[in-house]
């Protein structure tokens, strides 16, 4: 199968910076789609960025101009530079990949989801 594994997260000041990465592996074929969603406290999960094989990306507006995605494919990582954090950027940060695996019939597309990691933005 496949597993997505998150790093980068931790505890950081107003206006601070913060890299999140997130790398695939397993029985990989090519991965489509990689992105962020985040889960705030007390509310549903929501969509931080995504960033296509083609290279379109699609930002929250609430992150848009502060956050950044990008992604290695020679490596199956996707990246979040997030900078200018606010106290509201606080949340599980998970990772989502578009994933086509081999399997004995063929290819088959699946969506992953990494374990997430805490991003915490106080003074």
């Known amino acids: 199968q496949v597993q997505l594994v998150e790093s980068g997260g931790g505890l950081v000041q107003p206006g601070g910076s913060l890299s999140l990465s997130c790398a695939a592996s397993?029985?990989?074929?090519?991965?489509?789609?990689m992105g962020w969603f985040r889960r705030a406290p007390g509310k549903q999960r929501e969509l931080v960025a995504t960033l296509t094989k083609e290279g379109t990306t699609n930002y929250s507006d609430s992150v848009k101009g502060r956050f950044t995605i990008s992604r290695d494919d020679a490596k199956n990582t996707t990246y979040l530079q997030m900078d200018s954090l606010k106290v509201e950027d606080t949340a599980v940060y998970y990772c989502?990949?578009?994933?086509?695996?081999?399997?004995?019939?063929?290819?088959?597309?699946?969506?992953?989801w990494g374990q997430g990691t805490q991003v915490t933005v106080s003074s």
């Open positions: 397993g029985n990989i074929f090519s991965i489509n789609a």
């Open positions: 989502n990949a578009e994933v086509i695996t081999f399997r004995a019939a063929g290819l088959l597309l699946d969506d992953y």
